[in-house]
């Protein structure tokens, strides 16, 4: 068996959040130190619903780099790449549209909520339909295997699953491997409005980048137990997020529990309660806000560890190439 190649990435189209960071940057700091692995900032994925504002997503290259530094992906351990710098992606898309129909790409049930939430009615632009497949070429141009993701993503990589079937078939070829999502162990963070899913779209996301008085801002507003009116009220623990951001962050199990059981007593106040979370979320923080601040004063060393990344990607992607393009008989010569 050939050895696991971790490949994942990130849309730019906005700073990260806590979300992001409990749904896969923390595997992905794991990660790095067990397998190869290459990281993607698709730019070109940002495009298919960005298009009118390439500028933004430009600008946000840099701030999911200084986001990645920041947590911890450490590009000695970790190939961080542009994704439109790697030509071969896009040309290997070109080679697996033609291997899914277009009613299966409006089958996809990621990219129907997402449709949906973005109003694009009947209007939904071809190069979003196929993000899908343009993902299916990040992971396969470098033979990634192991993809750690949000669960929302999963539809998208059963897809990927499908076209290197096909390709495999129909080509008789061995160049891809199936590939398998690595889900968080930590539980979905919701927003801080409650809502299912954090999300810079639903302003209800926590960044890392937020100072501690922001953070403390959006804590106090968070969602809890919309019966629990006076302190010696009984108050629930299920969908009360700022218990669910407790079990995420505080490193404390103990205490959190003790919390929980007097709370659900009765005899705890929601103040109480989230100046405790201030302090966790902040304790977590500093040290990220620290090391980005950090590495944002050199934006041409962090540009140069992009650009070598994707240099080297690059050079995979090459030979990938090279194997497709001879199983596939466009190998003029
Ligand atoms: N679509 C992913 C998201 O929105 C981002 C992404 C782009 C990605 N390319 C990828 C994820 C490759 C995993 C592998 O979160």
Known sequence: MAE????TGDRPTGPMHLGHYIGSLIN???????????????????LTDNFEHPEKVHQNVFQVMLDYLAVGIDPSKST???QSLIPQIAELTIIYVNLVTVNRLKRNPTVKTEISMRGFGEQVPAGFLIYPVHQASDITIVKGTLVPVGEDQLPILEQTNELIRSFNRIYKAEIFQEVEPVLSRV???????????MSKSLG??????DPSDEVAKKVMTMYTDPDHIHVNDPGKVEGNVVFTYLDAFDPDKKEVAQLKEQYQRGGLGDVKLKKRLIDVLNHFLTPIRERRALFAKDKSQVMRILLDGSEKTREVARQTMEQVRKVMYLDYE
């Open 4 to 7: 696991k190649i971790v490949l």
């Open 28 to 46: 992905r700091v794991e990660l790095q130190n067990k397998y190869q692995q290459y990281v993607a900032i698709a730019d070109m994925q940002a």
């Open 80 to 82: 961080i790449f542009i």
């Open 187 to 197: 539980p979905r963070l919701p927003g801080v409005d409650g809502k299912a899913k």
């Open 204 to 209: 209800n996301a926590i960044f890392l980048c």
